[in-house]
């Protein structure tokens, strides 16, 4: 099982995705996503320059220390690049495994813990009305658990809220990064009256998810937390920037909303004092950007000691070869919450042919050896890459903010 090839295809089928693509001798090869939004090509540097030309020649049955020998090995640990670029290789090594082994690669994990993935699905809207619709025509489709935010008035461009009526949302949507002025005192007093509506229109069943975006303070989000609890929550998501995860105390004290986190995060130590404190609920971290299945199964198994489960994240820029990694992840691991899901545009679908399905609310696996994701290199040679940068937050005083 020696690699005999180790290469990046950069596409851009509505938006931008790195995907990397490792050979064998016996021509089995296997995909990973390298994708890290806005910052692709600081991926694509490092995997060109510094890994790839190490793997060749390498046993692909070898997941475990290659996943070390490019870690430690690296000397300079951590860090989005970094991760997301041994995400990629853990991803690609992973589904050679799997597909050596001709099995799909949930049966390697462990084999099947449920039948069906929960799903949860975007409702936006410039307004409380507009969300409404958008849940209404979600339920309509099956979801049984939708995230929901909804325009400010007063604030001029919201996060999740596509620009124009009827567009799809994609937050990199400029060359360079988009100025957008956010201000927390009109946002903290708008949001329960958003969770009021949906629950008086929608009833009790339906679980609500609602993404902060890191825009709160410990207080400010222990408010927020508080305010909303009579609408009980399945989550209340990244309420604060979590680099110190010590602010995660305060809120825990004060409210009994669940509390989600980790999408940015990328390694084991960045969940350590969330975890064993309990101050969490559901970690976030995708397969992309936390070293592939091989450290991500060792956080899911330590938040499983917490009764913590995951909600992988699962936005538009991971792509389809991350979501259908991520199924086989969340069809076997014991401590499953939900999974994001933010359709991918048809174009997407089409460079990569995948056998997961999406019904009635739920992810099902498909049963193909390995993720069960390819890529259609000739059509994603059609696709050229173009810059994309994420918008950047201001106060209403000027003031750089979390975005
Ligand atoms: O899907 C979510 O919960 C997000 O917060 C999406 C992020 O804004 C997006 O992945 C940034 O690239
Ligand atoms: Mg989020």
Request: with cysteine; hydrophobic share 40%.
């Amino acid at each position: 099982m020696k690699i005999s090839d180790a290469y990046l295809i950069v596409s851009s089928p509505g938006r931008n995705f790195v995907t990397l693509k490792i050979v064998t001798e016996s021509g089995t090869y296997g995909i990973g996503d390298a994708t890290l939004n806005g910052r692709e090509m600081a991926v694509v540097a490092y995997l060109e320059e510094h890994v790839l030309p190490a793997l060749i020649g390498r046993d692909a049955s070898r997941i475990e220390d290659i996943w070390h020998y490019l870690y430690r090995g690296a000397y300079w640990r951590r860090g989005p690049v970094t991760m997301a670029a041994i995400s990629a290789v853990d991803l690609a090594l992973w589904d050679i495994k799997a597909k050596a082994a001709d099995m799909p690669l949930y049966q390697l994990l462990g084999g099947k813990s449920r039948e069906r993935v929960m799903t949860y699905a975007h409702c936006t809207g410039r307004d409380i009305e507009g969300c409404l619709a958008e849940v209404e025509r979600h339920i309509a489709l099956g979801y049984r658990a939708v995230r929901v935010q909804a325009g400010v008035p007063g604030i001029a461009t919201i996060y999740g809220v596509a620009k124009r009526e009827g567009e799809r949302y994609e937050p990199a949507d400029a060359e360079l990064p988009a100025e957008h002025v956010w201000s927390t005192e009109k946002y903290l007093n708008h949001v329960p009256k958003l969770f009021a509506a949906v629950r008086e229109r929608f009833g009790d069943d339906i679980h609500l998810l609602h993404d902060v975006h890191h825009r709160l303070t410990p207080i400010e989000a222990a408010r927020l937390g508080k305010a909303v609890e009579p609408y009980h929550l399945f989550w209340l998501e990244d309420c604060v920037p979590a680099e110190n995860q010590e602010s995660f105390r305060l809120i825990r004290q004060h409210t009994t909303t669940p509390l989600a986190v980790g999408e940015v995060f990328n390694s084991i130590h960045d969940y350590r004092e969330l975890l064993e404190n309990q101050w969490i609920d559901y970690i976030r971290t995708p397969l992309s950007h936390g070293g592939g299945i091989t450290h991500v199964r060792r956080i899911a198994d330590l938040a499983g000691l917490y009764h913590v489960r995951t909600g992988f994240h699962g936005p538009t820029d991971l792509s389809p070869v991350c979501l259908g990694a991520a199924v086989h992840f969340d069809t076997w691991v014991p401590n499953f919450g939900i999974q994001e899901h933010m359709p991918h545009t048809p174009e997407t679908d089409a460079v990569f042919p995948h056998d997961y399905r999406f019904e009635d609310g739920h992810f099902l696996v498909g049963e193909s050896p390995g993720h069960g994701v390819d890529i259609d290199e000739s059509r994603a040679a059609q696709y050229p890459y173009k810059r994309a940068s994420l918008p950047v937050n201001r106060l209403e005083d000027g003031t750089l903010w979390h975005w």
